[in-house]
RNA sequence: GCGGCCGUGGCGGAAUUGGCAGACGCCUUGGACUUAAAAUCCAAUGUUCCUUGGAGCGUGCGGGUUCGAGUCCCGCCGGCCGCACCA
């Protein structure tokens, strides 16, 4: 019986496009290209969840569209393969994670192909594929090659870093140290979170309390030599290339916030007595501001210079390397206390203890440089070592920490900013000190400047600083610099070798591999797990150093090395492998420069929220490095990037019992620390939380209540999918059961593509409802044989089924290029609906009908294709044209209303006159009646939409 | 705390951007077909009031602009997601 069967149409589909290779890539590009790409999926051993199709139908449905538009389309996919589930699975089982993650790809591949995506697979990558690690090596190679010269703005070769005299002079080893020192890739004593029981660093995220996540072990903030990238070097270009870019300004925001430019002034502080601070001052007003603070004075940064004459106090941060010298002796061990309890708290222990700030005198004063005052040093940890100079001005009359901390230690306040007319903030509270007013003003209290809006005392004071040569204007940012070594085995090696003498010790010379022994390959190891134990030298040693000596100790041109144990973490392949993409077989070059130029960028980038920071940052800065040494020809690679919401688990109704049982109404239920539900009354009875079935509940009002006893309120929501949870929705399954391409086609039909949005069953089976109606359309189901419906054939197409098909046209084409597929479908449901009750279908109509539905249910289109009559797939017909003439209604419905409310219906034809509808609209009986006796005041004549009369 | 997004029927969501609120789908109810069921098809489906026909009220709450507001402005309330001492 030829009923629509997905599970016997799709396989044959899918195969018949594989063997034909229907979607393999143009090698030349046309007028027109598209680059569709998805950000590409860790291949975990849970396989594909529902989130994943979701971006991914969205891709293919613009890449099929696109084809049909004749447009050179380049649609891929590849997997982001290192990461530590399969290093842990590789601990815990002893075998090589590359066995574990090659079982996971083939899983996830299996999984893609069963949806029916148009990816080109000839062109599937692994950043684990030993042909990508190579080039990922390279690319870290330029990153070590170049320097960024912030004259230009723009990375340069190394070897063209101008190197001052006194370094030249100094000789070969100094000049090779100064130009490590300017590497994009450098390395560097990093504050990080060190476990000397694991023998590893950690990231922020896993410790808690000061303890290891796992094992529990103690963890302290300890420097280590570490890889860095110099990514803070590109920062202003990061944020202004944002700028012309196609994305939300949600996501633009974000990567702002991230990068987190403040612009403002570098002030220095005299430290010592208040008697020689004048001399001090005439001889900076001479020599001009210092490009290196020396030790007589303490600089600090400012984003509102105009406050200066309320600083009070200052601080620096308890690691910063004044500390030693301005501590006096009767200070110094409750100093020596306070800074040792600092450096054992992780960064995000500090932030836990934000509500009651701490901190320590150090014993000394500087001198305000406006008032000439003394005014005292300490210590605090709410001054972070890693942003600015490490030391701050206070001005606790306007900045809110500063105030809190000022309260604490009693700390003077002087107000020196005034609210602006129209505040909340009353002038007298500011002071009297009782508010902290942060915003800007007009000053007050501030000498020469007082009456003058802040901005104007900002430019003023910043450049009455620059010519006394106390400071000068400065711009930050909260960006650091990019931690980019692990002590993890499976990730890329970094292709560095580390000179060492007869006695094995590193001689801080470094060298690149050379570029023909690309790539540096992972060892063969028998034990993945990480040393537990630290070295003699008190450095991590990663898993690598376990290497046999082949590998670890190359020799070149007689020179013995070592090679670099570390390894990239995980965000280094997907840094780039949108380029590789583009010409993935390529032995000679990372990419073709022709093929490049030809492809990129990314026309539509679609992927989860969850990568709207690091990852778009990390492959942009790469980029841009890339563009700078002549690598790519393009400046930005993502041209337009959309962030898909995501899918939740189906809606649940919860409804809490107490310990005998009783219902308790979620209004009296909050959650404790803990996210269990107590009892809001007291905070500590908990609750036992029950799952309600949909027909015992009732909505009352505006709130879901229980049907039995509407006093008791049930909640009502949907969660995000997780295993713990039981709510994960396997796509296999629902392939299984309605086909791939009604799960495509609900995924999409769910609602905005980047709207969160819960699951439901029964809308699967309302998208699989269409398919089967939209197959009962063309395809006589009661029949023995596969044959057309016996409506369709060779008929003349009637004025209104030319119009319904041509308005379905434009609607559907018109929603598809603004990714709006919940209601292309739409219109394709009403088209099925009016074309069912049509005795007479007309083939031509048909046909279009089903290359419209082609992108979104690709398999049951070419399926209905071939039986209308087409051999060959439908992948490349010409995407289908609207006519607006034929669009045109004879005759349409205008609604009348009086004083806004509707009140009577007119049909006239479309596109009469102002005043012929008008006319046409008073002419109405009814409407006539109701303007008895009325006076008309003003006529609203919209043509082809509304006609309003005021009148009374 | 700061920032962003969002509140429309029982549910997911539409609404040519200021012009008929609730498209389309789900759920529910009724009907047709059937010995029966499934499947399918047809119809009803925001809410209240009255007698058909209509009238009133309705887009989180309160105000405003406008002939006209889901849409714009001001002030609240609620939810979700980021960031979190960045001077």
New binding site residues.
């Given amino acids: 019986m030829p009923r629509y069967n997905p599970s016997e149409i799709e396989p044959r589909w899918q195969r018949y496009w594989e063997e034909n290779k229907t979607f393999r890539t143009p090698d030349t590009v046309g007028d027109k290209k598209l680059y569709a790409l998805d950000m590409f999926p860790y291949p975990s051993g849970e396989g594909l969840h529902v989130g994943h199709p979701e971006g991914y139908t969205a891709t293919d449905i613009v890449a099929r569209y696109s084809r049909m538009k004749g447009i050179s389309v380049l649609h891929p996919m590849g997997f982001d393969a290192f990461g530590l589930p399969a290093e842990e699975y590789a601990i815990k089982t002893n075998t090589p994670p590359e066995v574990s993650t090659e079982k996971n790809i083939q899983t996830f591949t299996r999984q893609l192909k069963q949806l029916g995506f148009s990816y080109d697979w000839d062109r599937k990558i692994s950043t684990t594929d030993v042909g990508y690690v190579k080039w990922t090596q390279w690319i870290f190679l330029v990153l070590f090659d170049t320097w960024f010269d912030s004259e230009q703005q723009k990375g340069r070769p190394i070897s063209e870093l101008p190197i001052p005299d006194d370094v030249s002079a100094a000789g070969q080893d100094a000049i090779r140290e100064y130009q490590d020192d300017h590497r994009l890739a450098y390395q560097s004593d990093a504050l990080v979170n060190w476990c000397p029981a694991l023998g590893t660093v950690l990231a922020n995220e896993e410790v808690k309390d000061g303890l290891s996540d796992r094992g529990d072990h103690p963890v302290e903030r300890r420097p280590l030599r570490q890889w860095m990238l110099r990514i803070t070097a590109y920062a202003d270009r990061l944020e202004k290339d944002l700028d012309p870019l196609d994305w939300s300004?949600?996501i633009k925001?974000?990567q702002c916030?991230?990068i987190?430019r403040?612009t403002?002034a570098e002030v220095d502080f005299f430290i010592g007595d208040q008697s020689e601070s004048e001399s001090w001052m005439s001889r900076r007003a001479e020599s001009g501001f210092p490009r290196k603070q020396n030790s007589q004075c303490l600089r600090?940064?400012?984003?509102?210079p105009d406050t200066l004459f309320g600083a009070t106090y200052m601080v620096i941060?308890p690691e910063h390397s004044a500390v030693e010298t301005l501590t006096t002796e009767n200070q110094k061990s409750a100093v020596d206390q306070y800074c040792r309890s600092a450096a054992a708290k992780s960064?995000r222990d500090?932030?836990d203890?934000?509500q009651s700030?701490?901190g320590v005198f150090t014993g000394s004063y500087a001198i305000n440089p406006v008032s000439g005052e003394p005014i005292p040093i300490w210590i605090a940890?709410?001054?972070?070592?890693?942003?600015?100079?490490?030391?701050?001005?206070?001005?606790p009359g306007h900045?809110?920490?500063?105030y809190?901390f000022a309260k604490k230690y009693d700390i003077p306040i002087i107000p020196v900013v005034h609210p602006p007319a129209g505040s909340d903030v009353s002038a007298a509270d500011v002071d009297s000190g009782a508010v902290c007013f942060a915003d800007h003003g007009v000053a007050v209290n501030s000498g020469p400047y007082d009456g003058q809006p802040t901005a104007d005392v900002k430019k003023a004071i910043t450049a009455k600083l620059q010519q006394d040569g106390l400071g000068c204007a400065a711009v930050?940012?909260?960006l650091r610099d990019w931690l980019f070594s692990r002590q993890r085995f499976w990730g890329e090696p970094f292709p560095i070798l580390h000179e060492i003498d007869e006695n094995g010790n590193k001689t801080g010379k470094i060298r690149a591999v050379p570029v023909e022994s690309l790539p540096v390959e992972l060892p063969e190891l028998s034990d993945y797990r990480p040393r537990s134990e630290s070295s003699p030298d008190g450095q991590p040693k990663p898993p690598l150093e376990r290497a046999d000596d082949d590998w670890l100790f190359p020799v070149i041109d007689g020179v013995k090395y070592r090679r670099e144990s570390n390894t990239m973490p995980q965000w280094a392949g997907s840094c780039w492998y949108y380029l590789r993409f583009i010409d993935p077989h390529n032995d000679e070059v990372f990419i073709d420069p022709d093929l490049e130029k030809q492809w990129m960028p990314v026309d539509l980038y679609i992927g989860g929220?969850?990568h709207?920071?690091l990852h778009l940052l990390y492959a942009r800065f790469w980029h841009k490095v890339l563009f700078d040494r002549g690598h790519v020809s393009s400046n930005e690679p993502f041209q337009k990037l959309v962030n898909q919401g995501?899918i939740l688990g189906e809606?649940e109704f919860k409804g809490y019992r107490g310990s005998d049982e009783q219902w308790i109404s979620a209004a009296e239920v909050t959650e404790n620390e803990a996210h269990k539900p107590v009892l809001k009354s007291d905070g500590a009875t908990e609750l036992r939380a029950v799952t309600v079935e949909?027909d015992q509940v009732?909505?009352q009002g505006?709130f879901f209540v229980l049907s039995v006893d509407p006093s008791i309120r049930i909640d009502?929501?949907?969660y995000?999918m997780s295993k713990s949870r039981g709510n994960v929705i396997n796509p296999d399954d629902i392939i299984a059961n309605d086909g791939a391409d009604a799960l495509r086609l609900y995924e999409m039909?769910?609602?905005?593509l980047e709207?969160?949005?819960?699951w439901?069953m029964?809308?699967v089976?309302?998208?699989r409802?269409?398919l089967?109606?939209a197959w009962?359309m063309i395809v006589d189901d009661r029949a023995e044989e596969l044959q057309l419906h016996e409506s369709v054939g060779v008929h003349e197409v009637t004025e209104e089924q030319n119009r319904t098909l041509h308005k379905t046209i434009k609607a559907v084409t018109q929603d598809i290029e603004k990714l709006?597929f919940?209601?292309a479908?739409?219109r394709m449901?009403?088209f099925v609906?009016f074309f069912?009750?049509q005795d007479k279908r007309p083939k031509s109509v048909m046909e279009q009908f089903v290359l419209l539905l082609s992108p979104l249910a690709p398999h049951l289109s070419e399926e209905l294709w071939a039986l209308l009559g087409h051999p060959q797939t439908l992948a490349y017909e010409p995407w289908p044209e609207f006519d607006e003439a034929a669009m045109v209604e004879s005759s349409?419905?205008?609604?009348v209303?009086i004083?806004?409310?509707?009140?009577a219906?007119i049909n006239v034809p479309p596109g009469l006159s102002k005043d012929d509808l008008l006319k046409a609209a008073l002419a109405n009986e009814r409407i006539q009646e109701l303007l008895e006796g009325k006076t008309i005041r003003?006529e609203?004549v919209?043509p082809?939409?509304?006609v309003?009369i005021?009148a009374n």
């Fill in positions: 300004d949600g925001k974000l916030d991230w987190g403040s403002g600090v940064y400012t984003t509102r941060a960064d500090r932030q203890e934000k700030k701490t940890d709410y001054v972070l070592i890693s942003y600015g100079t490490g030391a701050i001005m206070a001005v900045d809110k920490r500063d809190d930050n940012y909260k929220a969850e709207a920071v995501m809606n949909p009732e909505k505006e009502s929501r949907a995000k039909f769910m609602g905005p709207q969160s949005k819960p439901s029964s809308g089976s309302g998208v409802g269409f089967d109606r009962r709006s919940n209601t479908i739409a449901m009403e609906n069912t009750r349409i419905e205008i609604p209303q004083m806004g409310k509707n009140r219906k003003k609203i919209v082809d939409r509304l309003n005021v």
